[in-house]
């Protein structure tokens, strides 16, 4: 193990950090390269509906790395949503979507850096330029990631690109993009079973600009009401985390992807960022946010630019 280049997508990770990471492999392999997909965190609903689909078991679960450990990430680059002991790992090569924020290397290294709507966008071109023929469980892999990362291309990160992508998998991965789609982020929704704790931190991440720590998480829902009965034990818990990771700020944003609107819970002495970012005051640490879906495009910008 511990002379094999790893590759992961960030903590907590979502079907296209999963997804990205096992496509990163086969291509890596068609490529000449040695590395094997691992994960960061329990997989997520939406992403076992896809592993169930392609009758996979999950890439193998890490906590941490070794000084030296020769790296690939995927679908991040920032250190706060990366693993343990990351600053002292070697990266090889890092494929991506968001903005770079807090990343220094010391040696060089491929970096693929494309503003699209999915990480998998991005390989389905690595795909093309390396004249590379891509299989079916590839395609439903990429595909995957981009209906989760685009919502079904509805969402406003996504590019032409996503789109085109988008497109040319669905006939090599025989589905229907709607219907795959739809069943795909429904499963996702299933919240049921999750406690307060773990439903905050099903898609959470941490930003540091200057010294400030904050976390958006996100959670979807075809019913934000459902969701929000549980609010009491939601804001325990936020505030149990505001506290004990230090943070300036926790904003949870309970998106439904049926309509594309979001309800944010937001706690912590920097709130007021959020009357500033989106016009809206905080009623009862709540505020209803119209047409927001997008933590990378929408929700992050205005309060990176505001904290
Ligand atoms: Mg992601
Ligand atoms: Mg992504
Ligand atoms: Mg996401």
Redesign the pocket.
């Known amino acids: 193990m511990e002379n094999e280049v790893l590759i992961f997508?960030?903590k907590n990770p979502?079907t296209?950090?999963i997804c990205s990471s096992m496509v990163q492999e086969t291509l890596n392999k068609k490529t000449g390269w040695k590395a094997k997909a691992v994960r960061l965190g329990k997989i997520n609903k939406e992403t076992q509906f896809v592993l169930d689909f392609i009758k996979e078991e999950a890439p193998k679960l890490i906590e941490k790395v070794e000084e030296g450990q020769e790296v690939i990430l995927v679908?991040?680059n920032e250190f706060s949503q990366s693993i343990e002991g990351i600053e002292k790992a070697t990266i090889r090569m890092v494929t991506d979507h968001h903005k770079i924020a807090n990343f220094e290397t010391s040696e060089p290294l491929y970096y693929i850096a494309k503003p699209y709507g999915c990480t998998a966008t991005i390989l389905y071109e690595e795909f093309k330029t390396f004249n590379c023929k891509i299989e079916k469980r590839e395609a439903i892999l990429m595909a995957s990631a981009i209906i989760s990362?685009t919502l079904l291309l509805k969402s406003p990160p996504t590019t032409r690109f996503d789109k085109e992508a988008l497109e040319q998998l669905a006939p090599i991965a025989g589905i229907d993009i709607n219907e795959y789609g739809l069943k795909m982020l429904k499963a996702g929704t299933d919240l049921d079973d999750f406690s307060p704790k773990e439903l905050t931190n099903i898609d959470a991440k941490v930003f540091e600009k200057e010294g400030t720590k904050f976390e958006i998480a996100q959670v979807n829902t075809v019913s934000i009401e459902d969701v929000l009965k549980r609010e009491n034990e939601l804001k325990a818990v936020i505030n149990q985390t505001i506290e004990e990771k230090g943070l300036s700020l926790f904003v949870l944003a309970i998106t439904d992807i049926l309509n594309s609107n979001s309800e944010i819970i937001a706690l912590g002495e920097k709130t007021g960022v959020i009357k500033v970012a989106f016009g809206k005051e905080l009623e009862n640490d709540k505020a209803f946010l119209e047409g927001v879906v997008s933590r990378k495009k929408q929700i992050l910008p205005n309060i990176d630019k505001n904290i």
Do not use: L, T
Request: aromatic content about 0%.
């Open positions: 997508g960030h979502d296209d950090s679908d991040h990362d």
